[in-house]
């Protein structure tokens, strides 16, 4: 008894403890976040009307590199499912599954419950139980299979996808796909920059560049801040809450009116595709209305819809647990999987069964992948492989011969952390774009292949990338189009040279989101820097031909140009909605300058070309090759090596 009172007492007393340290704790960890909750700082480009100078941003940038790091392998429930749907949408039992579990065939017994959209993008519903025995295909793109063992235990439940052509309204016959009529292929991720595809979908990349030689646009530029204005003008050629659109408040009226360019595929005989996943924040539902018809003949929105509406998880839950796992906490299952899935193979096994479903048919597809990168850019490294396997098996089986496939995003990174960088700051206005066209396109136009190749090079936007489809949709290669509005260009296909001295402000970027880089002389007598710039490039150009003893050693004879880049971003404000000390601190600014430089040296006069990064006056290092910029015929013919003739005057 004693022992016992002895016992409460001390338990109390560390009872006591134990209710006020996590207090405590809990302030302190409260205050900690609120303190260093990052801010956003707004930066506006100061010369929009200036010739763009596209940016050129390390991806591997020691800056970003500190945000960047890999995620553990993706965990989802290992159980396995008896049932799932095959490629040709057909509902199958997985014997291999049955056997692990145990299970006999003739003791399951299943049925399926359609989920069926009602009215508009918000609710979804079952309809009744219809049983059935795999394999069985399903007149339905989204139903729920469960099964039971000996009509007791449930020991099957999923939401399983299939495209069912048969349920599909549509207003024109679909037809066959040819060189004329391609399909079109539209694969996009939210928030990857050119640079974030290159640290996180290396084996993608390298399959799409190098085995399905793609264009690679390195001066691709966002038009707006988030998603949606920069989804709109690629699929309307229009800007967002302009009265461009007759529906200017979109939480009021939906989006059925838009002229999207699916509707124009849909009427030449297209079946059409919408996927989008994160049903909370997509698109077209994000402080929206959505649509109150589908948009497209397959619209895979009711499906996540389905699966909020059986989990019966507030999707806040998903979102801290992710919060959690961003965070590298072990979790027992992913807030990525559904079930035994990861959610993006999902996405991607219905598109292939679209892909299969009309095989050789003229298709339309627009695929938007938010979760894996939108809140957490590290998790786009699970898509990897995934995203390989699609491109690999469309290639495989023939989906590419008569189809354009575009790897796209909306925009960069916009984590706070990140964008608040200098080279964050540029990512964030330069999502990826790869375009894929057919082999036999490309051979029956090689003024194409000839202008895409120079355009991979210049500044380019969204709306450009719909006057590309609007030429796709025309079968127009020949004389690849422009497009206006309201009188004013907006628009000019990829399939024809842009002007290489376009500015933000000809391609409709507005101030807040242009990144080029703008080009400005330097007073070559005044400046310091061009003493130091132009000594560094006679003793570069000494350094390269001193290999060879038959070339005079040079010296500068004249400094005939310098011009200095600079980003042209200038702090505006900063927005806070804290109490973060960051909001005392200035934005970090570049240290490092590029210049390029061009001289004349004796003897022989050569004039010489080179562009240099300089960090702080010091550290001057050369970009590059340096390029000779007169005739040297004659003055390096003591001399055999292709590459060093230029630069070599023999002595
Ligand atoms: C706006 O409405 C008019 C009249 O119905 C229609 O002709 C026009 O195409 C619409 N414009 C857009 C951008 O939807
Ligand atoms: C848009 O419509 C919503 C809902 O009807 C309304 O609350 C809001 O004030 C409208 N916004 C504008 C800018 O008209
Ligand atoms: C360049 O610098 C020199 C010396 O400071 C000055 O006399 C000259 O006016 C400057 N030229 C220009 C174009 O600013």
């Known amino acids: 008894m004693a022992q016992f009172s002895i016992l409460t007492a001390s338990c109390r007393r560390v009872k006591k403890r134990f209710v006020l340290w996590p207090l405590i704790c809990c302030i302190f960890v409260y205050i900690y976040i609120e303190i260093t909750f990052p801010v956003r700082y707004i ?57 692990k579990l145990n299970l006999d065939k003739n003791e399951i017994t299943c049925s399926y419950r359609v989920v069926v959209r009602i009215k508009d993008d918000v609710s979804v519903e079952l309809t009744q139980a219809v049983e059935f025995t795999p394999s069985f ?98 699929l309307t050629g229009r800007r967002a809450w302009t009265n461009e659109f007759n529906n200017t408040n979109y939480s009021k009226y939906p989006y059925d009116d838009f002229p999207f360019i699916w509707k124009d595929f849909e009427n030449n005989g297209y079946a059409t595709i919408y996927a989008e996943d994160m049903p909370k924040f997509s698109t077209f539902n994000y402080v929206s209305r959505g649509f109150v018809d589908p ?82 850019p590290n998790f786009l490294s699970y898509g990897d492989e995934d995203f390989l396997d699609l491109f690999t ?23 706070d952390d990140i964008r608040n ?67 004013k260009l907006r628009g000019i296909s990829l399939f024809q040279q842009v002007p290489a001295e376009r500015s933000c402000s000809d391609a409709w970027i507005p101030e807040n989101y242009c990144a080029c880089y703008t080009s400005t002389p330097v007073n070559v007598s005044s400046n310091g820097i061009s003493k130091i710039l132009s000594e560094q490039l006679v003793k570069d150009i000494n350094r390269i031909v001193s290999s060879n003893t038959e070339c005079a050693k040079l010296s500068l004879y004249k400094i005939r140009d310098i011009r200095f880049f600079s980003d042209g971003l200038e702090h505006q404000r900063t927005e806070n909605t804290g109490i973060s000390i960051f909001q005392f601190f200035s934005p970090e600014v570049t240290s490092e300058h590029r210049y390029d430089v061009t001289i004349e040296t004796v003897p022989g006069n050569g004039i010489f070309e080179a562009s240099y990064s300089v960090k702080g006056n010091r550290d001057v290092k050369l970009m590059g090759d340096i390029v000779r910029a007169n005739k040297y015929r004659g003055q390096s013919d003591c001399i055999k090596d292709k590459l060093l003739q230029p630069l070599c005057y023999c002595a």
């Open 421 to 487: 960088t200098y080279i964050g700051r540029i990512e964030v206005r330069m999502p990826v774009i790869h375009i894929v066209i057919p082999q036999k396109l490309k051979e029956k136009f090689p003024d194409l292949v000839k202008n895409l190749k120079v355009n991979t090079e210049r500044l380019t936007v969204p709306f450009d990338l719909h006057q590309t489809l609007v030429d796709i949709l025309n079968n127009n290669y020949k004389n690849p189009g422009k497009f206006y509005v309201d009188g």
């Open 393 to 415: 098996w469309l290639k495989d089986n023939g989906h590419l011969d008569n189809a354009v496939l575009i790897l796209f995003s909306d925009h960069g990174s916009r984590i």
């Open 137 to 234: 295909q399903v007149e339905a793109d989204f139903y729920r299979v469960t099964c039971r063992k000996n009509n007791k235990d449930v020991i099957f439940d999923k939401l399983l996808t299939g495209i069912s052509k048969q349920s599909t309204k549509r207003r024109v016959p679909v037809q066959e796909e040819s060189l004329d009529h391609p399909s079109v292929f539209m694969f996009g991720l939210d928030s990857v920059s050119r640079s974030a595809a290159i640290r996180k979908l290396p084996k993608t990349l390298r399959y799409v560049t190098e085995t399905l030689g793609s264009f690679d646009f390195k001066g691709y530029m966002k038009v707006g801040e988030n998603t949606l204005p920069n989804l709109l003008p690629i």
């Open 295 to 376: 948009p497209s003949n397959h619209y895979l929105r009711p499906f996540w819809l389905g699966i909020e509406h059986l989990q019966n998880v507030p999707s806040e839950l998903g979102q801290v647990l992710l919060y959690l796992e961003n965070k590298n906490l072990n979790m027992h299952t992913s807030t990525m999987c559904y079930k035994n899935t990861p959610r993006h193979k999902i996405h991607i096994d219905y598109l292939k069964q679209y892909m299969s479903a009309y095989a050789k048919q003229r298709k339309f597809m627009f695929s938007f992948m938010s979760e894996l990168c939108h809140e957490y």
């Open 43 to 99: 930066f506006k480009h100061s010369n929009v009307s200036s010739t763009c100078v596209i940016p050129k941003p390390d991806p591997f940038d020691p800056s970003i590199l500190k945000f960047v790091w890999e995620p553990k392998p993706l965990v989802c429930d290992n159980t396995p499912a008896i049932v799932y749907t095959d490629i040709n949408s057909v509902v199958q039992f997985d014997h291999k599954a049955i056997k």
